[in-house]
């Protein structure tokens, strides 16, 4: 028999109304704290046709950050999920899990497309957004350099892409003795990392960079200068951007452009670069950039950042539809929301974006992995060698990919299959993960790895946001007296391995290289 409590209990339990949450849960997965970088549990949530990571650290408390502008899209492009393909050798154990065992460790679902060697930590410009926090610490000898690129040949047989970055990497004294030992190495790609500012300056530093014909990935940002305030501190470099550009033309070296988008920054200038790069004779592509909330950044709302879709969808309304949505698909080789890209063939005022004339979605969907005749195999791998972290803009190799493809497909009115090589232009979007977004998921499928002294490879998105960069700094700047002894007494100096320990972080915070990055939520 109830009590008269339990009965007026269940009266006001049967008044009160279940409610529906206001997301979908989509899928769980494991990120890191944002404030100590503990591996903990993330949901991955659908609300209003976005994607969020919520997240909660036992230690640190709630956090929720946009992930993608799309729901409808993100959930759609599995799809594009490609079978990774098994590097020739690792450089780590299975110890303590992902992410704490880089790398590459047997688990890592993908070999390294892209290997980055940070050569200094120096910079000649001291940028408020650098996710390197550049600032004097370390400068590799060649020697380690050669070794990094012994190891890298060791573990990919082939390696397709070498970049060399910094800090600044044109500033380091044997910049070209390193792209020298990467073409001995016979790394068909070899690139360097730049803000220009040594390009349009140095007439020696060109002439010999004309001497061993690197390409570049080349820092731009817009044309405002309260951009270039912003974002690096400096608002009238535009002019020294454009004569490096210039100075890069003049001698037939080409770059793909890598503008950093930051909401309320400079998210209206995305369709002037694009005409730009349509425009210079020295670009060849363009890597838009979510600006990247690692290292060294001004406060942001993990809530507000650029994400892909919000990026293409300013590039279909700021270059009046010569890009829209559809023209964009994912890179097959990472997890398919890592990047997206797109070829066009540029006449005059006419932009034919190269999936508008042939159907690359189909030929990229490894889930149906429809039956193709030969002929279609072969198109898919050319297809695939484009929509590949790989592939770099303007080179020859994905010229002829481009040609190989158009066989197959109606080639524009008046064009040849050697015009539409020359008139070319790339547009890619790569959002990397920071603390707020970091996703495990993802990470073991990265494609882009930064490499060591001694060996290790560890993916980009775990080096920023991980833990690993601070450890590594730490090492190699602690290696520098010994690399500058060697300098004076003429000797060849010993690399040291770079080792990682994350034993201590199940206990507290790692050293993080920005301490303002612990208040930023
Ligand atoms: S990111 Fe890759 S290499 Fe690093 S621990 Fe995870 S699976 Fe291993
Ligand atoms: S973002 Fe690049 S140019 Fe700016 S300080 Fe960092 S390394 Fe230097
Ligand atoms: S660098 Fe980061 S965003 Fe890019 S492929 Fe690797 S995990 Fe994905």
Same mark, same amino acid.
């Given at each position: 028999?109830?009590?008269?409590?339990?009965?007026?209990?269940?009266?006001?339990?049967?008044?009160?109304?279940?409610?529906?949450?206001?997301?979908?849960?989509?899928?769980?997965?494991?990120?890191?704290?944002?404030? =100590?970088?503990?591996?903990?549990?993330?949901?991955?949530?659908?609300?209003?046709?976005?994607?969020?990571?919520?997240?909660?650290?036992?230690? =640190?408390?709630?956090?929720?950050?946009?992930?993608?502008?799309?729901?409808?899209?993100?959930?759609?492009?599995?799809?594009?999920?490609?079978?990774?393909?098994?590097?020739?050798?690792?450089?780590?154990?299975?110890?303590?899990? =992902?992410?704490?065992?880089?790398?590459?460790?047997?688990?890592?679902?993908?070999?390294?497309?892209?290997?980055?060697?940070?050569?200094?930590?120096?910079?000649?410009?001291?940028?408020?957004?650098?996710?390197?926090?550049?600032?004097?610490?370390?400068?590799?000898?060649?020697?380690?350099?050669?070794?990094?690129?012994?190891?890298?040949?060791?573990?990919?047989?082939?390696?397709?892409?070498?970049?060399?970055?910094?800090?600044?990497?044109?500033?380091?004294?044997?910049?070209?003795?390193?792209?020298?030992?990467?073409?001995?190495?016979?790394?068909?790609?070899?690139?360097?990392?730049?803000?220009?500012?040594?390009?349009?300056?140095?007439?020696?530093?060109?002439?010999?960079?004309?001497?061993?014909?690197?390409?570049?990935?080349?820092?731009?940002?817009?044309?405002?200068?309260?951009?270039?305030?912003?974002?690096?501190?400096?608002?009238?470099?535009?002019?020294?951007?454009?004569?490096?550009?210039?100075?890069?033309?003049?001698?037939?070296?080409?770059?793909?452009?890598?503008?950093?988008?930051?909401?309320?920054?400079?998210?209206?200038?995305?369709?002037?670069?694009?005409?730009?790069?349509?425009?210079?004779?020295?670009?060849?592509?363009?890597?838009?950039?979510?600006?990247?909330?690692?290292?060294?950044?001004?406060?942001?709302?993990?809530?507000?950042?650029?994400?892909?879709?919000?990026?293409?969808?300013?590039?279909?309304?700021?270059?009046?539809?010569?890009?829209?949505?559809?023209?964009?698909?994912?890179?097959?080789?990472?997890?398919?929301?890592?990047?997206?890209?797109?070829?066009?063939?540029?006449?005059?005022?006419?932009?034919?974006?190269?999936?508008?004339?042939?159907?690359?979605?189909?030929?990229?969907?490894?889930?149906?992995?429809?039956?193709?005749?030969?002929?279609?195999?072969?198109?898919?791998?050319?297809?695939?060698?484009?929509?590949?972290?790989?592939?770099?803009?303007?080179?020859?190799?994905?010229?002829?990919?481009?040609?190989?493809?158009?066989?197959?497909?109606?080639?524009?009115?008046?064009?040849?299959?050697?015009?539409?090589?020359?008139?070319?232009?790339?547009?890619?979007?790569?959002?990397?993960?920071?603390?707020?977004?970091?996703?495990?998921?993802?990470?073991?499928? =990265?494609?882009?790895?930064?490499?060591?002294?001694?060996?290790?490879?560890?993916?980009?998105?775990?080096?920023?946001?991980?833990?690993?960069?601070?450890?590594?700094?730490?090492?190699?700047?602690?290696?520098?007296?010994?690399?500058?002894?060697?300098?004076?007494?003429?000797?060849?100096?010993?690399?040291?391995?770079?080792?990682?320990?994350?034993?201590?972080?199940?206990?507290?915070?790692?050293?993080?290289?920005?301490?303002?990055?612990?208040?930023?939520?």
């Amino acid at each position: 028999m109830e009590t008269t409590a339990e009965l007026q209990n269940g009266r006001a339990n049967a008044a009160a109304e279940k409610k529906d949450a206001n997301y979908v849960f989509y899928e769980l997965t494991r990120s890191i704290c944002p404030e =100590c970088r503990k591996v903990i549990d993330a949901k991955i949530l659908l609300r209003d046709n976005k994607v969020y990571m919520s997240k909660r650290c036992p230690d =640190c408390g709630p956090f929720e950050a946009l992930v993608y502008g799309d729901a409808e899209a993100y959930i759609s492009l599995s799809r594009y999920n490609k079978p990774g393909t098994i590097p020739l050798a690792f450089n780590g154990e299975l110890r303590h899990g =992902c992410p704490h065992d880089c790398g590459l460790c047997p688990d890592h679902q993908q070999h390294a497309c892209v290997g980055i060697i940070e050569v200094n930590s120096a910079c000649n410009m001291a940028c408020p957004l650098c996710f390197a926090s550049a600032r004097p610490g370390f400068s590799l000898t060649l020697e380690e350099v050669e070794q990094i690129l012994d190891d890298y040949v060791r573990t990919e047989g082939n390696p397709e892409i070498v970049q060399f970055s910094g800090g600044e990497p044109t500033v380091h004294p044997h910049i070209i003795d390193f792209v020298r030992a990467a073409n001995a190495r016979r790394i068909p790609f070899v690139m360097i990392n730049t803000n220009g500012r040594r390009i349009a300056n140095d007439d020696r530093f060109l002439e010999e960079l004309n001497q061993v014909r690197p390409s570049f990935y080349f820092q731009f940002d817009g044309f405002d200068k309260e951009t270039y305030r912003t974002l690096r501190g400096e608002p009238d470099i535009l002019e020294e951007k454009i004569r490096a550009l210039d100075r890069l033309a003049s001698i037939g070296l080409t770059v793909t452009l890598v503008p950093a988008v930051e909401r309320g920054v400079n998210e209206h200038e995305i369709g002037h670069i694009v005409d730009f790069a349509i425009r210079h004779p020295a670009v060849r592509g363009i890597n838009f950039q979510p600006a990247f909330h690692a290292g060294r950044h001004p406060r942001h709302d993990p809530m507000q950042r650029m994400t892909i879709p919000d990026i293409v969808k300013l590039i279909h309304e700021q270059t009046g539809g010569k890009f829209v949505a559809s023209d964009f698909v994912p890179v097959p080789c990472c997890f398919p929301t890592c990047n997206a890209v797109t070829y066009a063939f540029v006449d005059g005022d006419q932009i034919t974006p190269l999936p508008r004339i042939i159907n690359v979605n189909d030929y990229l969907d490894y889930i149906t992995n429809r039956a193709m005749p030969d002929w279609g195999l072969q198109i898919k791998g050319a297809l695939e060698g484009l929509w590949s972290s790989a592939s770099v803009a303007g080179s020859q190799k994905s010229s002829d990919q481009v040609q190989f493809s158009c066989q197959a497909c109606g080639i524009p009115e008046g064009l040849t299959i050697g015009d539409l090589a020359q008139n070319m232009i790339m547009i890619m979007l790569q959002d990397f993960m920071d603390p707020w977004t970091f996703n495990q998921k993802n990470l073991m499928k =990265c494609c882009k790895e930064f490499l060591l002294p001694g060996g290790k490879q560890v993916p980009f998105c775990a080096y920023n946001s991980v833990g690993y960069r601070e450890q590594a700094r730490v090492q190699l700047e602690a290696q520098e007296p010994e690399r500058r002894r060697a300098r004076v007494e003429g000797r060849n100096y010993q690399p040291q391995p770079i080792t990682f320990d994350f034993s201590g972080n199940s206990k507290g915070p790692v050293r993080l290289l920005n301490p303002d990055v612990a208040q930023i939520k």
